[in-house]
C-alpha cells in the first residue's frame, strides 16, 4: 500500500486569502533529482487526483492549501451566461438541469469522469487545472527510481516515450475540458494582487511538464461560459474500462443552429496530445451546413490530422487516431436537427 507524505494543511474560506497563503508559503521548487519534483506549498481541491500523485511522490509539498472551506465555492448560477464556482463537484455539474439540457457536452463530459465516488469530491476547478498522465510516470516512486526517472521528474533525464524529444509528451487527460472548449468557456483566477480572466482557448501548453499558462501562485476561482442560445453540444469518449479510466481519445463538438443552417461551430479533442485542443480548421467546412456527409467528413478528417496520439497510455496510436475521426463524425451525426 502506498502511503501519504507527511504535509500540512491550511484551510482558507476565500479564494484570496487562498491566494495570499500561496504567495506567502513560496513556489521555490525542491530537488528535482531526488525523485519529488515538488512544489513547496500546492492547491487541493477533491483531492482525487493529487493525493494519488502525492502517494507516488509525484509532488511533496509541505502545506497544502486546501479549497474545501472557500465561501461560495461550489455555486453555480445562470443569468444569461452560465458561472461554475471552481468547486463545484463533477456529480453536481452532470446533474445540473439546466447543463444537462443547454450545455449537454459538459454535462456528459462530468459523468463519464471516473467513479460515482471520485465525482463526488472531484470539482471542475482540479478537472482544469489537472496535470498531465503518462504511462512511464503514472508509477510508484520505487519503480520510477528503478527506471531512471525521465524528464518530468528530472529534466537532466531523456523522455522515455521519445528519447530525442526535447519536450515532454505526457498527455492532457481531463474530459471536461474539450467540453468547456467548443462551448467557449473562460476562466477567472485570482492571485494575491488580483484577478484575471482567460479564454480557455488560452490556458494550455504544448508541454507536458508545464501544461497550462496558470502560475503556482493563482488560483482558479470560476469558469463561465456564454449564453447556449441555438447551441447543441455533445461529447464522446474512448477509454479502457467504461467503469473508471481516464480518456485516451476524447472529442466534444458544439454547433448553433440558425434555422436549418450551422451558424457556428467549435470541435475539441483530448487525450490526443499534451494540449487539449480547439480545432479551428473542423469548423470551417460546418459553417453553413445542414450537417450534411460531406461536410462532417470533412471535419473529421481535419480532426484526423491534427491527432498525434503517442504511445504513452493504454490503447494504440493508430487505434487513438482513428477513434478522433469516428467520434468527430458521430458526435456531429448526433448534433443534426430532428
Ligand atoms: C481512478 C481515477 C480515475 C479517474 N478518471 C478520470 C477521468 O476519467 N477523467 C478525468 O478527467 N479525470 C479523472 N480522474 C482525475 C480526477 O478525479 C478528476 O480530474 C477531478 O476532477 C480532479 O478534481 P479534484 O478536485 O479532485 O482535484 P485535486 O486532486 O484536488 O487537484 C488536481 C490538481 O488541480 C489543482 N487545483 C485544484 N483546484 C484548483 C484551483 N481552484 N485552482 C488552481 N489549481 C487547482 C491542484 O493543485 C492539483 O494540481 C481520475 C482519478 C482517479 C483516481
Ligand atoms: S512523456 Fe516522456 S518525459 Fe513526459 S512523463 Fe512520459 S516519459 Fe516522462
Same mark, same amino acid.
Given at each position: 500500500?502506498?502511503?501519504?507524505?507527511?504535509?500540512?494543511?491550511?484551510?482558507?474560506? #476565500?479564494?484570496?486569502?487562498? %491566494?495570499?497563503?500561496?504567495?506567502?508559503?513560496?513556489?521555490?521548487?525542491?530537488?528535482?533529482?531526488?525523485?519529488?519534483?515538488?512544489?513547496?506549498?500546492?492547491? @487541493?481541491?477533491?483531492?482525487?487526483?493529487?493525493?494519488?500523485?502525492?502517494?507516488?511522490?509525484?509532488?511533496?509539498? #509541505? @502545506?497544502?492549501?486546501?479549497?474545501?472551506?472557500?465561501?461560495?465555492?461550489?455555486?453555480? +448560477?445562470?443569468?444569461?451566461?452560465?458561472?461554475?464556482?471552481?468547486?463545484?463537484?463533477?456529480?453536481?455539474?452532470?446533474?445540473?438541469?439546466?447543463?444537462? #439540457?443547454?450545455?449537454?457536452?459538459?454535462?456528459? !463530459? %462530468?459523468?463519464?469522469?471516473?467513479?460515482?465516488?471520485?465525482?463526488?469530491?472531484?470539482?471542475?476547478?482540479?478537472?482544469?487545472?489537472?496535470?498531465?498522465?503518462?504511462?512511464?510516470?503514472?508509477?510508484?516512486?520505487?519503480?520510477?527510481?528503478? +527506471?531512471?526517472?525521465?524528464?518530468?521528474?528530472?529534466?537532466?533525464?531523456?523522455?522515455?516515450?521519445?528519447?530525442?524529444?526535447?519536450?515532454?509528451?505526457?498527455?492532457?487527460?481531463?474530459? $471536461?475540458?474539450?467540453?468547456?472548449?467548443?462551448?467557449?468557456?473562460?476562466?477567472?483566477?485570482?492571485?494575491?494582487?488580483?484577478?484575471?480572466?482567460?479564454?480557455?482557448? +488560452?490556458?494550455?501548453?504544448?508541454?507536458?511538464?508545464?501544461?497550462?499558462?496558470?502560475?503556482?501562485? #493563482?488560483?482558479?476561482?470560476?469558469?463561465?461560459?456564454?449564453?447556449?442560445?441555438?447551441?447543441?453540444?455533445?461529447?464522446?469518449?474512448?477509454?479502457?474500462?467504461?467503469?473508471?479510466?481516464?480518456?485516451?481519445?476524447?472529442?466534444?463538438?458544439?454547433?448553433?443552429?440558425?434555422? !436549418?443552417?450551422?451558424?457556428?461551430?467549435?470541435?475539441?479533442? $483530448? !487525450?490526443?496530445?499534451?494540449?487539449?485542443?480547439?480545432?479551428?480548421? !473542423?469548423?470551417?467546412?460546418? @459553417?453553413?451546413?445542414?450537417? +450534411?456527409?460531406?461536410?462532417?467528413?470533412?471535419?473529421?478528417?481535419?480532426?484526423?490530422?491534427?491527432?498525434?496520439?503517442?504511445?504513452?497510455?493504454?490503447? $494504440?496510436?493508430?487505434?487513438?487516431?482513428?477513434?478522433?475521426? @469516428?467520434?468527430?463524425?458521430?458526435?456531429?451525426?448526433?448534433?443534426?436537427?430532428?
Amino acid at each position: 500500500m502506498l502511503r501519504l507524505p507527511r504535509f500540512r494543511i491550511a484551510f482558507p474560506t #476565500e479564494y484570496g486569502e487562498a %491566494a495570499e497563503m500561496l504567495a506567502d508559503l513560496g513556489a521555490a521548487e525542491l530537488d528535482r533529482a531526488r525523485g519529488t519534483p515538488s512544489l513547496r506549498v500546492m492547491l @487541493v481541491a477533491g483531492g482525487t487526483d493529487l493525493f494519488p500523485n502525492m502517494k507516488r511522490r509525484q509532488f511533496t509539498p #509541505e @502545506v497544502l492549501v486546501s479549497l474545501a472551506r472557500v465561501r461560495g465555492s461550489s455555486r453555480i +448560477e445562470s443569468n444569461g451566461h452560465l458561472l461554475i464556482a471552481a468547486g463545484a463537484t463533477l456529480t453536481a455539474l452532470s446533474r445540473n438541469p439546466l447543463i444537462r #439540457e443547454r450545455y449537454t457536452a459538459l454535462a456528459q !463530459a %462530468a459523468e463519464l469522469i471516473s467513479t460515482p465516488q471520485l465525482r463526488n469530491m472531484g470539482t471542475i476547478g482540479g478537472n482544469v487545472c489537472l496535470d498531465t498522465r503518462c504511462n512511464w510516470y503514472d508509477q510508484s516512486l520505487f519503480w520510477r527510481s528503478a +527506471e531512471g526517472f525521465c524528464m518530468k521528474t528530472n529534466p537532466d533525464v531523456v523522455c522515455r516515450v521519445a528519447t530525442s524529444s526535447p519536450r515532454c509528451l505526457a498527455v492532457a487527460s481531463a474530459d $471536461t475540458v474539450p467540453a468547456l472548449l467548443a462551448l467557449g468557456a473562460k476562466v477567472h483566477f485570482q492571485d494575491a494582487a488580483g484577478a484575471r480572466e482567460v479564454p480557455i482557448a +488560452e490556458l494550455y501548453r504544448e508541454d507536458g511538464i508545464r501544461p497550462t499558462i496558470v502560475s503556482q501562485d #493563482e488560483v482558479l476561482t470560476d469558469v463561465t461560459l456564454p449564453d447556449a442560445d441555438g447551441w447543441r453540444s455533445t461529447y464522446l469518449k474512448l477509454r479502457d474500462r467504461n467503469a473508471f479510466d481516464f480518456p485516451i481519445a476524447g472529442v466534444a463538438a458544439a454547433v448553433r443552429w440558425d434555422g !436549418a443552417r450551422v451558424s457556428e461551430a467549435r470541435i475539441a479533442i $483530448t !487525450a490526443l496530445g499534451s494540449r487539449p485542443l480547439l480545432v479551428d480548421a !473542423a469548423a470551417a467546412p460546418l @459553417v453553413g451546413s445542414h450537417l +450534411e456527409d460531406g461536410a462532417i467528413v470533412a471535419a473529421a478528417e481535419a480532426v484526423h490530422k491534427v491527432a498525434r496520439p503517442m504511445d504513452n497510455t493504454s490503447g $494504440t496510436i493508430s487505434q487513438r487516431k482513428r477513434a478522433a475521426l @469516428v467520434f468527430t463524425e458521430r458526435a456531429l451525426r448526433s448534433l443534426r436537427q430532428a
